[in-house]
């Protein structure tokens, strides 16, 4: 039964069509947005998870962030396409000693 399932899913078509970032302040968007961008390459609902976890693996990876939490939920004008939902806690500036510290919107300075 559980192989059933998987093999429905990693054939079920899908599409991410949307991505929402909440809690972004100091961390430049265009770092994020290549972090995600990959999200928007999938062909199943099988590819949409592994990408987020890929995704949420990279965001954790960058330094700017204490906390990354990712949904998943369907669109409703279409149930193969998706939208994924971030909501990130970024780290004080305290981090910065510790790694890479994201400045304004634009730039990331290294220490």
């Given amino acids: 039964r559980k192989d059933k399932f998987h093999k ?3 054939t079920l078509p899908a599409r991410v069509k949307m991505v929402n970032i909440d809690g972004l302040s100091r961390t430049s968007d265009k770092l994020v947005m290549v972090q ?5 390459d999938v062909q199943s609902f099988q590819e949409i998870i592994q990408n987020s ?3 949420h ?3 954790k990876s960058l330094g ?3 906390k990354v ?9 279409d149930d193969t396409h998706y939208k994924v939902n971030i909501t990130v ?5 305290v981090f910065a000693n510790l ?3 994201c400045g304004s919107q634009d730039r990331m300075a290294g220490v």
């Fill in 53 to 55: 976890k890929e995704v």
């Fill in 89 to 93: 806690e970024e780290t004080g500036s």
């Fill in 64 to 66: 700017c962030f204490k």
């Fill in 99 to 101: 790694g890479v510290v």
């Fill in 8 to 10: 429905k899913m990693e």
């Fill in 57 to 59: 693996k990279n965001l």
């Fill in 36 to 40: 995600v961008q990959q999200l928007f």
């Fill in 69 to 77: 939490n990712m949904t998943v939920d369907t669109m409703p004008e």
